[in-house]
């Protein structure tokens, strides 16, 4: 089932009074559960397209569905995880997960909220630093906050921008398999959109990879991702097909790059 569509999606930014393309003619499907990543060069509108997905903007031209609606704004349906953490720093790291259940559950009670809340953070490892502050915290451990209390607010869509850019190698494996433990937990998985520069991270969790092109960005390629989860990351990475297809996403992350820019070097 479709959960997402984009028909003929384009957006401009105003530029002095002249209109700077972002991205150009996106469409794209996206099917109810199924993780999908954006990889593309810096500035080719991956986070603009998150953005428009998100509500947050409107296309110039062109209409974005969920579930067969058109995107009018904002709204408890989709979630966003972000590079930077995104907590409010006041809050112990259970009070920032309650908080936001209680935008998206206002009529529920405190103690069930306050049980969700903790459920998550025992989802995530962090049960035993719930009342600590995000100061407190490292970056791995705030951002396991972040994608906790997006999962926690229970949103149909998951919108994520580059959420482990910042972090170290070590921390970056350890969330992306809390990420992968969330997004299977449960009956239902949620449909994600996941943007990285990360060749690997997306084959490994991935269902299909979408490549951009350049500024004006559109997408040029859909690579199917059809590797049994759940995945056993040493196995895989280890396997011939793994390699097969990173080799493969090297290939046309740099064969449309170049193309587009006319052969300069651009670096991942």
Known sequence: MTKIRLENVSYAYEDRGAALPAVEGINISVHEGEFVSIIGPSGCGKST??????????????????????????????????????????????????????????????????????????????RDFAHKYPLQLSGGMQQRVAIARAFAMNPRVLLMDEPFGALDAKNRVVLQEVLLKLWDNGSEKKTVIFVTHDIDEAVLLSDRIMVMSARPGTVVREVPVEFARPRDRAALIGSEEYAGLRNKMVSLFYDDVLQKIGGSEVAL
Not at 96 to 101: A, P
């Open 49 to 126: 397209l998150l953005s428009l997905l998100a509500g947050l903007s409107f296309p110039s031209a062109g209409c974005i569905f969920i579930d067969g609606q058109v995107i009018k704004g904002t709204g408890p349906d989709r979630g966003l995880v972000f590079q930077h953490y995104s907590l409010f720093p006041w809050m112990t790291a259970r009070q920032n997960i309650v908080f936001g259940i209680r935008q998206v559950k206002k009529s529920t009670g405190k103690k069930t909220i306050e049980k969700i809340a903790d459920e998550y953070l025992g989802l995530v490892g962090l």
